[in-house]
């Protein structure tokens, strides 16, 4: 099945920073989604973009499909973006399945 | 605005117990997913349902079994509850396939003793 990689794991920020979230994917994709789960669990829906560049407030995501990556920018950080950002796609090959990556854990100190 | 709604959000089983996890939402949506979340890792797929009437494995359906009652609702049961089985489970639902974009309900953490 598709492999989908996130980076970095970790990342610990001063409130105000600015951030980059990288997703790269193995295979050809038509549905791609991130994800923030807040620290009660709840997934919040951030961006479906299986192409091009979409922006929502501070928040910002970028998908290259041809070359398989995306990108989620977070910009003048604030503690409630803490919390674990998933990219999550489908492959053209699996169409109902939402294959999750593990995750970038970002921690906003204040 | 519920938007897909799970019950109970908590439960605790011991193991042989069995169980129903109930998810209903209220956007008219055609197909429904259920998902499993373990420590530190994403969310897999265990069932769907595409569309009212029809169900389908996904990537773990071992130890479980779901019914779409209707267009609403979409329920996993654990029949003979295991300790892998301690986990989140996430019901989502989107308005046709996994193409379009999945929302989610808020969880329901389940610890099998």
């Known amino acids: 099945g598709i492999q989908v990689e996130q980076s970095p794991p970790d990342l610990i920020l001063q409130e105000g920073a600015n951030s980059t979230l990288r997703c790269n994917f193995s295979d050809s994709v038509n549905n791609l989604q991130w994800f923030h789960q807040n620290p009660w669990g709840q997934l919040i829906n951030l961006f479906y973009i299986p192409s091009g560049t979409k922006q929502n407030g501070r928040l910002s995501a970028t998908t290259v499909a041809t070359e398989r990556y995306s990108l989620l920018y977070i910009s003048s950080s604030q503690t409630t973006d803490s919390g674990v950002y998933f990219c999550?796609?489908?492959?053209?090959?699996?169409?109902?399945?939402?294959?999750f990556g593990t995750g970038t854990r970002l921690t906003i100190i204040p | 605005n519920a938007g897909v709604t799970q019950t109970p959000k908590f439960q605790v089983l011991k193991t042989g117990q069995s169980m129903t996890l109930q998810c209903a939402q209220d956007m008219n949506h055609n197909s429904m997913y259920w998902y499993r979340q373990d420590p530190g890792m994403g969310l897999r797929l265990i069932y769907y349902s595409a569309s009212e009437g029809t169900t389908d494995k996904g990537e773990v359906p071992n130890g479980y079994n779901v019914s779409r009652l209707n267009k609403r609702e979409f329920s996993l049961r654990l029949e003979s509850a295991a300790p892998s089985q301690t986990s989140v489970y996430f019901c989502a639902s989107s308005h046709q396939g996994a193409r379009q974009p999945q929302h989610f309900g808020d969880g329901t953490r389940l610890s099998i003793l």
């Open positions: 999550a796609v489908v492959n053209l090959t699996e169409n109902e399945k939402l294959t």
